[in-house]
């Protein structure tokens, strides 16, 4: 099980960093990603960790603004992001896997982000 935290309403341009715990097992075991779905719209891959960490890939929509990262000791994901536009409004999931959207890819329950004035 994944259970995200750290959502919320944040202006354009702040920042926010969302959390992610997994319970029952260890996230060390997979590649880990972000994924979110804006309201009305399919599900989108925002960044991907290998198991190490040392690896990382961003979708070019938050390239510069978003840092995925992880504590395998913690079995914690982690995903900072700054400089908040109104198009990142979305429900976040952690998942493992390297896009989040494969079948076999297992989704938290998610954490709203609302960037509004």
């Known amino acids: 099980r994944l259970v995200e935290s750290g959502g919320g309403l944040v202006q354009p341009g702040g920042s926010l960093t969302l959390s992610c715990v997994g319970s029952g097992f260890s996230i060390g075991s997979y590649d880990m990603s972000w994924v979110r779905q804006a309201p009305g719209k399919g599900p989108e891959w925002v960044a991907h960790t290998s198991r190490s960490g040392l690896s990382k890939y961003y979708n070019d929509l938050v390239k510069g603004r978003f840092t995925i990262s992880r504590d395998n000791t913690k079995n914690t994901l982690t995903l900072q992001m700054t400089n908040l536009k109104p198009e990142d409004t979305a429900v976040y999931h952690c998942?493992?896997?390297?896009?989040?959207?494969?079948?076999?890819?297992?989704w938290g329950q998610g954490t709203l982000v609302t960037v509004s004035e």
């Open positions: 998942s493992t896997g390297r896009t989040g959207l494969a079948d076999s890819d297992v």
